[in-house]
Nanobody
């Protein structure tokens, strides 16, 4: 079994910064694409940023230039640095990862979510 544990959410004022981290643990052989989604009540979950094992990154247009995603393959972690936060960034942020586990099959895993609130 594989677990993803997020940390770093909280309350921040507009213009502030937060860093979200996600650590994967368990029977992991390899991690492919990993990244972050977010969701607000009544809306679909949307991609925030993703990064493949080779390092290529993808960002939602709404966060380009403000968010930076990175990964540490040795530690099985993925991090998103969020700067210049806006009230519309308020959401529950979910970490995800495509993991090749001991079954030799890639499966998708999700974290439990962490709340980010941007408000004065």
């Amino acid at each position: 079994q594989v677990q993803l544990v997020e940390s770093g959410g909280g309350l921040v004022q507009p213009g502030g910064s937060l860093t979200l981290s996600c650590a994967a643990s368990g029977s992991i052989l390899d991690i492919g694409t990993t990244g972050w989604y977010r969701q607000v009540p009544g809306k679909e979950r949307e991609l925030v940023a993703s990064i493949i094992s080779g390092g290529t990154k993808k960002y939602a247009d709404s966060v380009k230039g403000r968010f930076t995603i990175s990964r540490d393959n040795a530690k099985n972690t993925v991090t998103v640095q969020m700067n210049s936060l806006k009230p519309e960034d308020t959401a529950v942020y979910y970490c995800y990862a495509y993991v090749r586990d001991v079954s030799q099959v890639f499966r998708s895993y999700w974290g439990q979510g962490t709340q980010v609130t941007v408000s004065s």
